[in-house]
């Protein structure tokens, strides 16, 4: 199953990176392999200062070794072997009208003193952070979730939206980081699902992930924007910055396991602002987002 991942991993890499750069049509993805000196290692690609994308990074990695401390304590562990790949992205586009988009899809194995499976699961999801809200696009992003979601279980959707708006959840600031999307962790063999019907499902939402978000940069990339505009999204952009170093799990994970830096903080975006106490214009576009952010809609029924 590892190899299978991984490999599948490899190619989804290269299918967002190329389209990504088609739709740019200036910036190209940087390369960046990297080894990790516990074992394993990774290539990250990173895209700067385009014609749409202001920063964005598509990362695998495949990393193994002995679990950390800090790892044995949250799974309840003792002394273990583990392996972990996964691809993690994060697209800052230019324009405030367009959303930031985050998505990672990953697997985990552990492995007891004679290298044979104890546990081993999948997660992931992928979630839509926008700076103004256009209703069309919440819709279509959730709307290509769930066709994904319901080829397997009708029940996913509901579920992993519901899991998403609780894990995206600023607590410090009692806001949502955006407008959600899907988030599952944990997916282990049951008795109505196999590792192998997971891997299905998880792939299945890998594929989606263009559908999802391309028609929407496509459609607000050259939508005209003001100084106020930009100001708003660099403000917005601090939320993200602060769930991101605060509460986001698979931040922590790479910095306890020694993860690469580089590759750990490429999500975060070029240019943030921290305005004291900043309160949007009353019945602004700023305030409707807002509005949004603190109680989280089932896009869906709209």
């Not at 991993?9 to 000196?37: C, H, M, Y």
């Not at 799990?249 to 396991?257: I, M």
Request: with cysteine.
């Amino acid at each position: 199953m590892k190899n299978k991942f991984y490999q599948y991993i490899q190619n989804l890499q290269n299918q967002i990176t190329s389209k990504l750069e088609e739709v740019d049509g200036l910036a190209k993805f940087r390369e960046d392999l990297w080894q990790r000196p516990e074992g394993g290692g990774g290539r990250t690609r990173v895209i700067e200062n385009g014609n749409v994308f202001e920063k964005g990074g598509v990362n695998i990695s495949a990393v193994h070794g002995k679990l950390p401390d800090t790892m044995q304590q949250l799974f309840g562990v003792g002394e273990a072997d583990f392996f972990a790949c996964g691809l993690s992205l994060v697209i800052h586009p230019k324009n405030p009208m367009v959303p930031t988009v985050h998505a990672n899809w990953r697997y985990f194995e552990m492995y007891d003193e004679k290298s044979n499976i104890i546990n081993q699961w999948f997660g992931g999801g992928q979630d839509l952070t926008p700076y103004y809200l256009f209703e069309d696009d919440a819709i279509h992003f959730h709307q290509t979730c769930k066709t994904a979601c319901d080829k397997h279980n009708p029940n996913f959707y509901p579920d992993y939206k519901k899991k998403c708006d609780e894990y995206f959840w600023n607590t410090h600031r009692n806001e949502a980081r955006g407008i959600g999307g899907l988030f599952f962790d944990y997916l282990k063999a049951s008795q109505t699902m196999s590792m192998e019907d997971w891997y299905n499902f998880v792939t299945e939402v890998g594929n989606s992930f263009l559908e999802a978000y391309i028609p929407i940069v496509e459609k607000r990339k050259d939508l005209p924007y003001t100084n106020a505009n930009r100001t708003w999204q660099e403000i917005r952009r601090g939320r993200y910055v602060e769930f991101n170093l605060v509460h986001d799990k698979g931040t922590l994970f790479g910095l306890k396991t020694n993860g690469r830096i580089e590759s750990i903080l490429m999500s975060l975006p070029p240019h943030v602002q921290w305005v004291y106490n900043h309160q949007p214009e009353v019945e602004s576009e700023e305030e409707k987002l807002l509005n949004v952010l603190k109680n989280p809609i089932d896009w869906i029924k709209l």
